[in-house]
C-alpha cells in the first residue's frame, strides 16, 4: 500500500513539474519537443515545379519562414492559411504573399518590398510563362485587389534541426 500511494505521489509530482515548466518556457517544453521529432515543414516543396505557388514556397523558405505544403491551387491560398492560423488580410508587407482568385487557378506573388506611395515591388513566376519569374510593381491604387498571407517563422534553420 505504502508503495502504491509513492508512486502515486511521485507521478503527480513529476506532472505538476512538466506542466509548470512547460507554462514558463515560452511557447512550452511541448513545443521543443516537437520540434526536436518533427521534420522540418519547409524540407519538400510538394508544388508543381514552374508554377508560382512551387516558385512562393521555395522564396518563402529562403526567408527562413514557413508556409504549408497542402493549399492546393493558388486560388485556395488565403482560406487554406487562415485555416490554418496564418494571418491573411488587406495590408501588403515585405516577406508576404499577395494571393488572387483571378485567373483559372488563381495567383500568388512575393512581396520584395512595399514602397513609401504604397506601391509593391513583387516578385512571381508562371505570370508570363511557366518556369519564368518576373518583377514588377502593382501601384498603390491597386493594391486592395488582393489578399496578403503572412508566413509563419520556421522553428527549423533548414537542416531539419530545431533554430
Known sequence: MK??????????????GFIAFNDRSGEGLVKEIE??????PMEHNRYDEGQCTHYIFER?????????????DAEHWAKKAEEDGYTVNAE??????????????????????VNDDGS???SEMNFVEAYEVTERTIGAGDTDRYRYIHPKENPYDGSGESA
Not at 508503495?3 to 505538476?16: F, G, H, N, Y
Open 3 to 16: 508503495r502504491t500511494i509513492l508512486t502515486a505521489l511521485i507521478l503527480i509530482l513529476a506532472v505538476t
Open 35 to 40: 520540434y526536436a521529432v518533427m521534420p522540418d
Open 60 to 72: 518563402v523558405k529562403t526567408d527562413g519562414n514557413m508556409i504549408e505544403k497542402g493549399w492546393s
Open 92 to 113: 501588403p508587407s515585405e516577406g508576404a504573399i499577395l494571393q488572387t482568385e483571378r485567373g483559372e487557378l488563381g495567383h500568388v506573388a512575393y512581396i520584395e518590398a
Open 120 to 122: 509593391i515591388e513583387i
